[in-house]
């Protein structure tokens, strides 16, 4: 063999062996941290099983946690060696996360899907960027209630005594933030800027109902089955648990309206394999990806030009212009500010106050 054959020999040898072994070598791995239980088994069906198939390069583990506040802990723990890449969170915990450098900000030239999605809750730019928007709701038992309710007052029905679970995991939710607002509207006060006192005392009043504040499996299940008959939810859960339920867990958004709640995805400071995250985050941003997770779990999309069937429209309160007529207005930016001054009071006050 002459010595060009041997060196042709040579190259097609290197660049099979590159082929073969190329893809290991060249592969990318990313955790992506989010909401457990059904939001991570929609999520993984509608947007990040899809992504891989069009990005096989890139695979993607989702580690799902109990709530914003949990995702929070594992970021500040993790500061100095993160394990994870991307995180779905709630927007003001994302502030304090910003604050706290546990997040990155992005280049949006690098996350083109950005410039599409709607303004609401943009507050942190690329540093956490809307991904989905929601609505707190009034969850009840069909079988409990022959007049469906329509207030929020049904929490404080004293033929509910017992019944009542409430999702405040030791006053470090973002519901029993919600509820506070809610409450403190109920009682007069609209400004809880001002004062939450009203708010308190009303939900003081209220727990020695409640039959627990860490409902397990969940607030869902319990009211679904009959464990409970009243409590608070999110709407895009609430519809989720509502198709397997056979309509036993019914939502409402009260009279007195009801608060929007945003979850945003972050990049997480000095985290490995970063092209790679933002070539997720922009997929996750993109409509089709969007479309298909409001489609699967009921959530509003956030990129402006996703496009979702009449059927899906009807039963997320956010794309109805009546219902968003009634948002309460909560400027998540001062809840980030405030969120350990709305929460005291529930572990010092109000759950005490239940036992």
């Not at 009303?202 to 409902?215: D, S």
């Not at 648990?241 to 409402?252: K, N």
């Not at 490995?272 to 990806?289: K, R, V």
């Not at 001054?341 to 010092?348: G, M, N």
Request: charged share 20%.
């Amino acid at each position: 063999m002459n010595q060009i054959s041997k060196c042709t020999l040579s190259i097609a040898l290197f660049a099979v062996t590159m082929t073969a072994g190329g893809y290991a070598a060249n592969a990318s791995d990313i955790t992506v941290m989010g909401y457990r239980g059904p939001f991570e088994e929609n999520y993984v069906k509608s947007v990040i099983e899809p992504f891989m198939k069009g990005h096989p390069d890139i695979k993607v583990t989702y580690f799902g946690v109990q709530n914003a506040a949990t995702s929070l802990g594992n970021m500040r723990a993790q500061r100095d060696a993160p394990q994870v890449n991307a995180v779905i969170y709630d927007l003001s915990v994302a502030k304090i996360a910003q604050e706290e450098g546990l997040v990155a900000d992005l280049n949006t030239d690098k996350i083109p899907n950005y410039a599409d999605i709607s303004e609401i809750g943009k507050d942190l730019g690329a540093a956490a960027v809307p991904v989905t928007y929601d609505t707190l709701s009034l969850i009840y038992n069909r079988d409990a209630f022959p007049n469906p309710p329509t207030s929020w007052e049904a929490l404080w029905d004293q033929k509910q005594d017992g019944k009542i679970v409430l999702p405040a995991q030791g006053g470090g939710d973002i519901q029993a933030i919600l509820l506070t607002i809610i409450a403190n509207r109920l009682a007069g006060e609209d400004d809880y800027k001002k004062t939450i006192e009203p708010g308190v005392d009303k939900l003081v009043e209220l727990a020695p109902r409640v039959q627990t504040w860490e409902p397990k499996p969940d607030t869902y299940t319990l009211v679904g089955n009959g464990t409970a008959t009243v409590s608070i939810g999110y709407n895009a859960r609430s519809q989720f648990f509502f198709d397997h339920t056979e309509g036993r867990l019914q939502s409402v958004g009260p009279v007195e309206g009801t608060a929007s709640q945003i979850n945003v995805i972050s990049a997480i400071k000095n985290a490995s394999e970063q092209e790679a995250t933002e070539t997720f985050i922009n997929y996750a941003l993109n409509p089709e990806a969007q479309t298909a997770f409001a489609k699967a779990m009921f959530y509003a999309p956030t990129n402006t030009k996703a496009e979702v069937d009449e059927a899906t429209r009807k039963r997320i309160p956010l794309m109805d212009p009546a219902q968003r007529a009634k948002l309460i207005n909560v400027d998540w930016m001062s809840i980030g500010d405030m969120r350990e001054s709305i929460l005291q009071p529930w572990r010092r006050q109000i759950i005490p106050a239940g036992r």
